[in-house]
T-cell receptor, first 111, second 113 residues
């Protein structure tokens, strides 16, 4: 049972444009969401998070949007840079701090 | 601040052999996690420790996998005997209190032949 889904395995975007990565979840008990970035041969690194009491959180070029009614969150990267090319995972937790990860989306930013 | 340390980085074994992975979390982090990431999939939680107690090991294949966290600091994950489907990257992560973001190590890549 995949409780956190990233339906797009890959995404290509031109440098300078917006990248939008999507994530859907099924468990209404999830109340904290995170995005991680992973380069090859490295561990995932934390990018940005959002609590269920908010619908938006910004950090520089990265913004996460949460739509609780649709059980959907998205990560926007503006402007996209070649160094953003990586695999992005969304993760969710129901407050027990058992984090459930999605399958990842590979982002390629074209120079 | 030193990050999460894991070793070995790479390990190749034959099926039915045993293997052990070691993790040293960030100093002061009470919660430690072991995740399994199979190629093309997201990390899957194997076990979660709070200090030296197990919080969740519901997805740990206990007939072959074991893990311990002595003195609430570093941890060891063992697989015995290994199967072909155990080929994966084993990620260790820690967090201050099980809250907020997880800090991951670089992972240990296991190949079972």
């Amino acid at each position: 049972d995949q409780q956190v889904k990233q339906n797009s395995p890959s995404l290509s975007v031109q440098e300078g444009r917006i990248s939008i990565l999507n994530c859907d979840y099924t468990n209404s008990m999830f109340d904290y969401f995170l995005w991680y970035k992973k380069y090859p041969a490295e561990g995932p690194t934390f990018l940005i998070s959002i609590s269920s009491i908010k619908d938006k959180n910004e950090d520089g070029r990265f913004t996460v949007f949460l739509n609780k009614s649709a059980k959907h969150l998205s990560l926007h990267i503006v402007p996209s840079q070649p160094g953003d090319s990586a695999v992005y995972f969304c993760a969710a937790t129901p407050g027990t701090y058992k984090y459930i990860f999605g399958t990842g989306t590979r982002l390629k930013v074209l120079a | 601040e030193a990050g999460v340390a894991q070793s070995p980085r790479y390990k190749i074994i034959e099926k039915r052999q045993s293997v052990a992975f070691w993790c040293n979390p960030i100093s002061g982090h009470a919660t430690l996690y072991w995740y399994q990431q199979i190629l093309g999939q997201g990390p899957k939680l194997l076990i979660q420790f709070q200090n030296n107690g197990v919080v969740d090991d519901s997805q740990l294949p206990k007939d072959r996998f074991s893990a311990e966290r002595l003195k609430g600091v570093d941890s060891t994950l063992k697989i015995q005997p290994a199967k072909l489907e155990d080929s994966a990257v084993y990620l260790c992560a820690s967090s201050p209190r099980g809250a907020g973001e997880l800090f991951f190590g670089e992972g240990s890549r296991l190949t079972v032949l």
